[in-house]
């Protein structure tokens, strides 16, 4: 009788201890720790198969080669210029320079890799509008992806931005 009143007290603690562990796990297992995603930090692709409805078509990193071809919808203006210089000058220039002129005229450039300059005659005829927007949106080889701040729309005012950089 002795034996059994033991074995008795034994699962008692024995599920005690286990309710106590579960309690413990899931508080320190909080939303902090967890894995996120932060806004910026990447732009998802959409799954395979499936369309749009509504919102902007992303052509991944990897297919640059067809967004280049992409024509820049968005009319060479005083007022585009305006609004892409206005989100240059959030997003872009503290890297790039408040004037695009990369090296280390941003701020952040002189910690990370310089940006090359955008204002460059060569670099400019290189490069489609639709390339730069791609760049834009999905990022660069370590430049980051923009797509989530930005608008594709927004992204090719930036676009007629830098081509007037380039004019002065
Ligand atoms: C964190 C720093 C950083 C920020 C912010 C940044 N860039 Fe860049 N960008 C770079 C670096 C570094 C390169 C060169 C290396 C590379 O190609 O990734 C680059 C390259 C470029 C190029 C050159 C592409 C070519 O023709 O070779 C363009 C255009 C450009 N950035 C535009 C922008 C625009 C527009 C924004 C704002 C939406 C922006 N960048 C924000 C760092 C940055």
Redesign the pocket.
Known sequence: MKYVFILCLLIVAAAGGLMGAAVVVRWNDNMTQTPRIVPGERVFRMPAGVVPRGGDLIIPREQRDVATKAPNPVKMSDASVAIGRE??TT??A???GAE?K?GVT?P??TK?????D?TNPE?QK??TDG??HS??VV??????A?GE??SSQE?WH??NF?RALAKK
Not at 112 to 116: E, L
């Open positions: 989100h240059f997003f872009c503290p890297c790039h695009g990369g941003g952040v450039a990370f890799i310089p940006p090359p955008l670099l290189q490069r390339y730069w760049y834009i990022g660069g080889a370590v430049m980051p923009y701040a930005l992204a930036i676009v830098l």
